[in-house]
C-alpha cells in the first residue's frame, strides 16, 4: 500500500449540516498525521476540474458550526460519463492526491463505487444526508439537525394552531422511509404521522379530529416522500368535509440549512477523524460510520439499502398517532 | 360616565405573539386598579356565546413569553349580523362588563366601530397583527416576532442555497404592503426583495443573478401579497432560462407562531396596561399604540388606513435591493 | 405476580429537559393498554405526603416539549429516613398504586434500592439528568439538550471573544466527567477544554494561546466538576501575565432548562413507553436506557458507577484541544 | 467643504450585534456614491496603527446577521495621548481619508470629540453598545439582540426554577441605568427587578417570595450596575432566611454576542446609510440614532448625558415587579 501522504476531500449531494464539522475532523486530523490535505469544490465537479483549495485547519474550525459546506457541492452529470471520471482521475494523479474522502449521500458512495472500476486510490465515504436512509450507519451527518428544524417550526405552528383551532397538515423533508416525519412528528405530539405505504384513512382522521369546532389543534405531519402528500391529502379531506377550517404548511429547504445541532458537530468531528484514520490503516471503498454506537466501517455497496421502519419505531406509532 | 369596575378582554382577528403579553398587561394593570376582568374566548364568538372565563393575573404573567392567544380567536360570521351583536350586547349588560378590550386587527377594530352603533360601553383596541399595516401606530404586536422568524429561517436557507449556488425565492407573509419581506430582505443581504407595486423585471433579476454558472446564491424575498407570487414568478424566470438551478420556499405559518420577541413582550404590556388606564380617564373607542415613541391613542376609523412604503424605505430598497 | 392497573410515577433530583417527553411516554402508553395514572409531586416528598394527582394524556401531549418537570421536584430529607420510606409505602396503598416509574439520578434509584427492602411492589427507573453519568445507558434525558444550549451560547461569546481576541474561560456543568465540557468544546472548535483529572498546565496554555496581542480569540471550556474550577484558573493564568485580557463566563442554571432537544423528546418517549411495557412484563428495578443503540433494562444497583472517558473521546480531546 | 471621496470606517469600544449590519449599510451606499471604503481594524489602534483594509460590499453583506465585529475593536490607551492622536491624523492623511465614520458607545465619541480638536475631517457616529445609554437616539446597536438573548435564557432558567420551586436571582448586563433589567425582566414576568437607585427592602422580596415552601418559583432580575449586586443580595436575603432553596445565574457575556435581532440588522443598516448621506450633506460630528422612531442627527457633546429612567418605565415597573 503506497503511503498516504496528500488527502483530497469533497462534499457531495444535497448539503446538510455537519458536513463542516466533517471537514474540521478530517482536517485537523489530517494535520496531527503531517499529511497535506486539498478539497475539492463542488463535489465531483471540482474533481473534474481540478478545482482545488488547500484546506486550512484552523479555517475549518472556526465554521466547525454551520450548515452547508465550505466546499460548494453540485450534482454533476459529468462524472456518470466514464470520460469525466477518467479526467477526475487525471486531476488526482497530477495532483499527487493518494487518497480522497466523500462526504454526501448514497449517490455519492454508488460515484466511487463507479470511479473505483478505473481508479485504484483508496476512497473513504462519510454519510451526509439529512435522509438519514443509509444503511451502515445509525445517523447521518444532518439528520438531528434537520428534525430539531423540523420541531422547532412545528411548535410555532402549533402557537398559532391552537389559537384557531385548526387542522394543520405539515409536511416535512424525507425521501423513501419518513424518518424526520416520524421524529418530529413524535417529538411535538402531533396528532397523526403519514408516512410512506402507511395506509391513509381520511374519514378515520377526520373522526379523530372532530368536528369543526373542536377544542384544539390537530396536527398531522406529512412526509414528503408519502405516495399522496400533502396538498391531495387537504384536497381529500376537504372533500369528505367541506366546512373544515385546515391549513398546510411545507416546511421546505429551511430544514437542510441552519447551525449544526450539538449531535451533529460531534458525530461530523468523529466520522472525520475516523475516515483519515481508516486510510491510515490501509481500509478502503468504505463509508465511516455509527453503528450500535460503535465506529463502524461499511463497504460501499452494502450502504445503498432499503430502509425499513424497525418494530419499536413501528410501535411507537402505533401508541402515538395515526 | 360610568364608573368601571370590570372589564372585558378578548382577542380577534389572526393571532399574532405579543397578544399574551398584551393580556398580562391587562390581568396585571386591573388587578391594580380593584378591576374585575373576564376574558371571552374565540373573539367575537365567544361574546355572543356568552363564553367567558375569570381571568387569573399570575396565570397570565406565566405565559408573557408564549405565542397565539391564550383565549383562542375565530373569525365571526355572526357578528357581522345586526342579531350577532345585539346577543353580544345583552351576554355584556348581563355579565356587567362596563367596558371592552379587544386585541386583533383592522377586521376587530371595524367590528367595534360596528358594534359601537348599538352599544355605547367604552371600547379600547390592541393593535394584534403581524403585518404591521395599521394607521396609529408603528408597530403592531407580532410584527417583530415574524421578523424575527422570518429571517431566522432565511438565515438557514440561505446555507444551502450558498452550498449549491442557487436562485432561491423565498415567500413571506405580509398583505398589501410588504413590511415583512422588506425586513426580513434587508435583514438577510437579499438580492432581491418583491413586493406590491414594484415592478418586476426578471430579465434584469436574471441578469443580476448571473449564468447558471454563478459563484455564489442569489436570495429572492418575495411578499405574500404581490401581485405575481412566488409560484408564478418562478415559472417566469425559467421561462427565460430553463437550465437555472432554482428553488421555491414558502415561510407559511411559522412567522404566526413561537415565543414573542423582546420587542413584542414589551409592547403587549405597554399597551394592555395604556388601554386598561386609557378605559379609567374615560377614554373611548380609540386604539393605544406606539407613534414617534410616544403611546398615542387613535380613533377607530383612522386606524384602517391605506399603509404606503415611507421615503426612507423606498430609499433603502433602492439601495440595498432591486 | 399481581396484577398492574395502576402505575404511579414522579420526577426526581435535579430537573432536565426531556421528563416531560418521559411523562407523555408513559401517559399514553398506560392509557393504550387501559392502566390508571398518577403522578406524585415534588418527588420524593409528594410520595410521604400523598400529593398525587390523575394525570391527563392529552395535557402531556401538549407539554412534549417543555423543558422542567410538570410534576416538579425536590430533594427530600425525609424520604432518606425508615419512618419517611414507611409513609410512602403506606401511600402507595392506600392509594391501590401497583408500580411506581421515578425519572430521575443516580439519587433517585438510590431511594429506589433503599425502599425496595422495605416495599415489594415493583419498581421503574428512567434515567433523568442532564450529567449523562449513568451506566446502563448512552444517553440520559437532558443531556442533548443542555449541550446544545451551552454550544448556542458558547457560539454567543465566540462572536465577541473574536472582536475583542480575548481569552475566555467558559464554564459548563457536569460532575464527575465533563461530558458537557467535552460535547460542547469539541463542538464549538474549543481551543482547550479542563475537564477533572486532566492535567492542567496554564503555562503551555497560554503559550498556545499567545501573547497578548493575538489575532484571535482563545476559548477554553472549564467544567464544572474541574478540580481547579473555572476562577482559580483564571487567577493562575493572570499570575503568569498580568497584562492578559480574560473574561470568565459561567454558563450555570441555563444548561438545566428550555425547551427539549429532538433528541431528548424521542429520548423521553421511547423510555417512558419501555418502562409502562417493562412492567407490564414482570420487571422489576431496572431502569430503562438505550445501549448501544438498544432499549435496555438495568438493574439499579449496577447504574451506578464510575464513568470513564473512553478511548475514542480520549483520542479525539488529543487531537482537538489541549 | 472638500468633497468626499474616500471614507474611513471603524469599529470602537465594546462590541455589540449589529455593528456588522453598519458597517454593511455603509459599504453599501458608499458603493452607491462611487466612495472608496476602507475600514480600520480594532477600533482607535487601527487608526494610529494605520492597519486599513477595503472593505467590500458584498462580503459585508453576507455578514449582514453576524453578532461581533468584523474589523475588531479594542481599547486604545494610546489614542488618549495626545502623540497618539496626531499619529492618527498622520495615517488619515496619508491614506487621503477624507471623513470617518465611528460605531461605538460613548467611550468612542468622546475620543472622536477629542480628536476634532486637531484634526478637522467630519467625523460621523453611529450608537454601538448593548447598554442603550445615549441620548440621542431611542436605540443603540445591540439593545434589541442583548435583551433578546437574556430573555431567552431567563425562560430557560425559569424551567428548572419552576421545577424546584425555588428563588432565582438572575444578574443581566447594563450600566447604569438597567434598561436590560427592565425590559427581560418585564418580558419574562419577573417577580423583582433591581436596578441602580431602586431601593432594596429584602425582608419584603422575601415576604413577596413567600416561605420556603412556596408553590412556585420566584425570579428576581438583578442589574449588573446595581449598587449591590446579585451575590450580595443573595447574602443579604440568606441572612434573613438560611434555609431558602436560592440559586445564582449571571448571564454575562452571552448578551454581547450572537446573531443580530431583527431589530438590529434594520437599525444597523438605517444608521450605516444615513451616517454616510450625512457626511455626503456636509454634516460633521454629529451621531446618527433614531429619535422618536425618525432618523436624527445629534452633536456628539450632547450625547453623552446621564440617563433617567422614563416615567412610563417607572410606572410599569410599580405595576408588574419590585
Known amino acids: 500500500m503506497k503511503t498516504i501522504k496528500h488527502i ?41 476540474d481540478g478545482d482545488l483549495v488547500q484546506l486550512d485547519s484552523s479555517q475549518l474550525k472556526k465554521n466547525v458550526h454551520r450548515g452547508g459546506t465550505l466546499l460548494k457541492t453540485a450534482r454533476s452529470k459529468r462524472f456518470l460519463t466514464l470520460e469525466g471520471r477518467q ?9 499527487k492526491v493518494d487518497a480522497l474522502i466523500a462526504i454526501g449521500g448514497d449517490g455519492t458512495f454508488k ?22 436512509d443509509l444503511a451502515g450507519t445509525d445517523f447521518t451527518l444532518g439528520f438531528d439537525s434537520a428534525v430539531n428544524t423540523a420541531i422547532e417550526n412545528i411548535d410555532k405552528i402549533r402557537d398559532t394552531a391552537e389559537s384557531h383551532n385548526r387542522i394543520f397538515l405539515i409536511e416535512v423533508m424525507g425521501r423513501d422511509c419518513g424518518y424526520i416525519a416520524i421524529h418530529s412528528g413524535l ?31 390537530f396536527v398531522v405531519i406529512v412526509s414528503e416522500g408519502d405516495e399522496l402528500g400533502v396538498e391531495p391529502a387537504a384536497k381529500k379531506i376537504k372533500e369528505i368535509n367541506p366546512e373544515v377550517d385546515l391549513r398546510i404548511a411545507k416546511l421546505g429547504h429551511v430544514q437542510r440549512g441552519g447551525n449544526a445541532s450539538a449531535f451533529d458537530r460531534m458525530l461530523g468531528i468523529r466520522l472525520g477523524t475516523a475516515a483519515v ?6 481500509r478502503k471503498n468504505v463509508m465511516a460510520g455509527i453503528l ?31
Open 111 to 132: 460515484g466511487l463505487l463507479a470511479f473505483s472500476e478505473i481508479c485504484d486510490l483508496p476512497f473513504l465515504g462519510i454519510p451526509g444526508t439529512i435522509d438519514n
Open 87 to 95: 479526467r477526475a482521475m487525471q486531476i488526482l494523479e497530477t495532483n
Open 277 to 282: 484514520e481508516a486510510l491510515l490503516h490501509g
Open 187 to 217: 417529538g411535538t405530539g402531533a396528532d397523526a404521522i403519514l408516512i410512506p405505504e402507511s395506509g391513509h384513512d381520511f374519514t378515520q382522521l377526520l373522526e379523530k379530529a372532530g368536528s369543526y369546532d373542536r377544542e384544539e389543534a
Open 292 to 322: 450500535n454506537n460503535q465506529l463502524s466501517l461499511t463497504p460501499f455497496d452494502q450502504v445503498v439499502k432499503e430502509h425499513q421502519v424497525n418494530d419499536e419505531l413501528r410501535s411507537l406509532l402505533k401508541i402515538f398517532g395515526s
Open 8 to 48: 483530497g476531500v469533497f462534499t457531495s449531494g444535497g448539503d446538510s449540516p455537519g458536513m463542516n464539522a466533517a471537514l474540521h475532523g478530517v482536517a485537523k486530523t489530517a494535520e496531527m498525521n503531517n499529511l497535506r490535505l486539498s478539497g475539492f469544490k463542488k463535489g465531483y465537479e471540482g474533481l473534474i
